[in-house]
């Protein structure tokens, strides 16, 4: 049985790299084999303990890779092949998948739908922080590199920029509007950059620390809004004359972004989430309108599938956007200890790594 | 000067008839000589000084009546018509009316956009409880009455029916959809029926009132549940095999209703919200799968405008629901206070009043 | 190896009753023994030779039936459950199903979009007018029916009632909207039941055969208009008081039947095409105004897929539509020729036919 | 009475500059003097005799100017403010006005629909190829311009720019997107920039002539089809990998180009028409796959109204799109004969002219 190298969770505070078999391929499944992976925020939860997944399971969910074997039922691919997969697996056949909601897929559930569903790698599968990993429903879920881009020009292709361009594109941006995004991290950087995608014509960045604000005028923001240099909410509502923003995009995860969104939306406004919160969240009434404000609150789970990773890669491929300065260091996957070290205390100016087996 | 009877506003607690001068009629306006009005929910917040107006105001919106007289550069309309307007009268000039958003008309500000602005009868100018009411922006507001239909009929466009409606309308409900009402007082059973109307084929009706329960299920309710016969929640989801619904509609404006309508929301559906809260809302971190559950949370404020008008209008005529079981009690104008205290103590069954000068 | 009997297409004319092999189950089918099926509009064509398929194919694409073998990777399904699948088999992996568009479902192609390509049935593999049919991709398409629900009341939904409702719900038809349905034929009226159903509160049904009139004003037409009694367009203009309709639907595929959508339809309003015409369409340049009327104009094939089944099967099982009227003649499969010869000649006031083997 | 210069419509062939009255300014107008405005397409039509208007109509319908004079009822505003107003003046009172279409603004009607009838400047009053305009319903239509934007900079957003930018919007294009826009003159040049501005990844300027096709480069589109080099569908086919476009917008308002349009769309696609047809549209039935192939066409007129100028002005003041090459001659009104001399025989590479009294 052959083996292969993994980062698996083993308890809260560690994830190491061990020894483990490489995988069996199922009929609809492929092997991919891993060429460049990355780390997530996400994975930083789960590794202090804080979203729990099997002992023993190979963490990771940002797969770049070559198809190093195909299921006996999967068609339209070649071994050799270089591929991506988004971090949601849909499987295609669940209610929530034929509805589109892919994130939230009930395959094996009697009536289709589960919360997260969709996102099965280092969740309820072994993920991609390895030197192969098995991609389940293949045909759904692979898509091909186009020639002529480099690994990390499309390893934010699988999350960060699928997330973030979706809390631009679920919360209907129209050309004209005016967005303000809460936190500029490497989420909150891609809905920056998908805001202004959408036709946003005054993205407002908000963050405090200088090297991300600066990538945020670079992603797309017109304005940047330094929280610790005065109220945003009260920064915001002078650069737009008292008038709020058609959309505000949280993606941070906690209350004081939240409320903050509300507190600059105009009334028929959208406040899009992206943030995972750890707590209960509280909606103020005065800036909710006690509930009569036409307001709109959505969230989203990255979108997946080979559809949305194609989408994705159009991105890359016509320079709509450039998302290569996101990665700030490199690991060898022997080192991934020393990467999570790094990333979990957001040493160094770092927004993401790239791990390459 | 001539003089009218009005219900006015004079302090918390204190709704009282007295006589006012009928008001001048300015070019765009039209004078509406009263023939029916009704008690709305938030007239008893204002009586009881829960939502603050000017001492003196008149209060009431929602006018059923003739037009005494029109505004000299009003057109298409003549004097002696039958005519109704809506709660809310957008000027239709404001960046927030031209938005499509009336409810939050911001005429009269810089940027054109103000929360509840629409809403100006009772709140910003006098009101319809009363011989006359002067509409503004008539050409807007005024939707002619078809021959046929009753004062009684079309009482509930104005406002009551205009709201439930949205609420299943702004959450996209879908044929064969799975809904949930959480409330069936008015404006719930108005929900109920715009929930049907838009195609839901499981429409569950949640109250305890037995009269309720049973208006429910004649404005369309496929199933009622009775909260206190057991959790609504685990009623619902036992109901829905443990799968959630599409639609949760909150017509009560509370945290338990709220709160409800979240936890029997399927991932990736619309919890859409009518209620007016009277204090901070908590959003649960469970049901709301830590903000990654792809849910939408919508609120509206009651649709105005003569094309909405007439939309409500052609539901009345076209016999696709009848509402008019829910006036349980008719009043004079000079009894208007004896109504006020039938219906702010919800006494004797009443669902709606009919108030005729 | 087993056989079965099933109607196949020979040559232009003749569709004939003879024996096959009972299809041998791959991994991811289903094997369904048929309990009731019917004719559609579009075995008439393929009868006469107007759309072309391979000698030797069964036709029919409407099944009803219990699940007789299961594939081995087909999972959530028993065998001996009574099921339905959609006159459309989605492959739930290709581009367009990934993007909603599962009847032009592209999978085999390299880019994943193929006209026409969900329908398989009866088109490109063998269809359900025979004693088995074999349901491909089983876990996309497979309906369980609802206990309580005969075939009759269910066999609607894989074709006439999907089709027919897509085409009020792609007009996104609104509460309080003037619907013209120009044929009252089985996709006509299903249309004219949805439009209903979607909210619209004037439902003009057009046609001419006394029958279809009555049965269009049981299904939810408020006014029938006969085009033998003058022009429908004058006649559809005058009930609308000169201002047209909101939403026009076609559902005959002629060129006369789609100038007059267009003819009634007001400036912006949708016109949604049911039919399957046979000749290039002219647009008239008047109504048409010249390309700046802001009109749109959808067409619909039949949605399919086991979650449009389950929506269709709640409408039918909350008594929203009742269809069973619908089938007006019965015959065994064994003479389904004689089915055919009535059925193709629209003799005896034919509206649907249920066959059973 | 004070006089002014005005170009006015005499009869096919001659437009001429006159003088005329000053017009007296009604309560709810504005009265602009004219700094910059342009010759639109639609001007020639007139100027032709294609298009009726009244002798001695002042042609016109994209003002840049400063306010002289406002209506007694006119609040928000004040004189000497510059502003533009669209080719497209709603009422804001009319049902298409409050359905959001503002174009076919009915206001006067009795039913409140009327095609085309937003366009007023230069159609129906008199437009503002003149020193002065009366802009009516001038709350509903007056822009502010931004300081420190100039006149040529504004001069696009009236018409050309809100129109092909509609292209874009109607069609509803999302991030990932294969656009192709036949014909790259003004209003096709603006659909390129929509189109990209609306996230679109490939887009595809279709044209013959060298400079506009660099025009197209240079207004987003990342591949530019000479259609005189080879069938542009198969150019397009090719290009897409066989796959077709998600959009194709019409930009000249042939049958040429509108069939090309559905010829390279793949099913589920999208038509969006901008052009004006001089002649009944054929839609030829294979590439329409017989009504089946999930097609959606929509057409569009330019939006008007304060709102929509101000998103426009959005986009310039934000440097989203340079619009000011486009501007490629000045004339003096004065000189507005010669101006139409060289616009209509599209001599020495017009794209624009710039008219100043």
Redesign the interface.
């Known amino acids: 049985m052959p083996q292969m190298k993994a980062a698996i969770f083993v308890e809260p505070g560690r994830i190491v790299l061990e020894q483990k078999p490489v995988p069996d391929v199922g009929?609809?499944d492929a092997l991919v084999r891993i060429t460049t992976t990355t780390i997530c925020g996400t994975d930083v939860h789960i590794l202090k303990g804080e979203y729990p997944v099997a002992r023993g399971l190979t963490v990771g969910h940002e797969p770049v890779g070559v198809i190093e074997k195909l299921g006996s039922?999967v068609?339209?691919y070649a071994e050799g092949q270089r591929v991506i997969a988004g971090a949601i697996c849909p499987?295609?056949?669940s209610?929530?998948?034929?509805?589109?909601?892919?994130?939230?897929d009930g395959a094996?559930?009697?009536?289709?739908?589960?919360?997260?569903?969709g996102w099965r790698f280092g969740n309820t599968i072994d993920g991609c922080q390895a030197e192969y990993v098995l991609v389940p429903?293949a045909?759904?879920n692979l898509a091909p590199v186009p020639d002529g881009l480099t690994d990390e020009e499309v390893l934010m292709c699988p999350d960060i920029m699928s997330t973030g361009?979706a809390g631009a594109?679920r919360a209907g941006i129209?050309?004209?509007?005016?967005v303000a995004v809460f936190a500029q991290g490497p989420i909150g950087l891609c809905a920056t950059a998908?805001a202004k995608?959408?036709?946003a014509?005054?993205v407002i960045g908000v963050d405090t620390v200088q090297a991300r604000m600066e990538a945020s005028r670079r992603m797309g923001a017109?304005i940047t809004v330094d929280f610790k240099a005065g109220d945003p909410v009260d920064q915001i509502m002078r650069i737009?004359?008292?008038?709020?923003v058609d959309v505000a995009i949280e993606a941070l995860?906690t209350q004081a972004t939240f409320e903050a969104c509300l507190r600059v939306l105009?009334?028929?406004g959208t406040l899009s989430?992206?943030?995972?919160?750890?707590?209960?969240?509280?909606?103020?009434?005065g800036p909710?309108?006690?509930?009569?404000?036409?307001?709109?609150?959505?969230?989203?789970?990255c979108p997946g599938?080979?559809?949305?990773m194609?989408?994705?890669l159009?991105?890359v491929?016509?320079h709509?956007v450039d998302l290569r300065p996101m990665v700030t260091h490199r690991f060898k996957l022997d080192d991934i200890e020393a990467a999570y070290d790094l990333f979990s205390h957001q040493r160094d100016g770092v927004l993401k790594v790239a791990i390459t087996p």
């Open positions: 009929p609809m039922a068609q339209g499987s295609g056949h209610h929530a998948s034929l509805c589109g909601f892919h994130s939230q094996g559930t009697r009536h289709g739908w589960k919360p997260l569903g429903d045909m759904v361009f594109e129209k050309i004209g509007d005016t998908g995608l959408c036709g014509t005054t017109d737009t004359d008292g008038r709020g995860g105009r009334p028929g989430s992206l943030g995972v919160y750890s707590s209960d969240l509280k909606i103020p009434l909710f309108a006690a509930g009569l404000g036409d307001h709109t609150i959505v969230t989203s789970l599938g080979k559809e949305r194609r989408r994705l159009n991105v491929a016509s709509r």
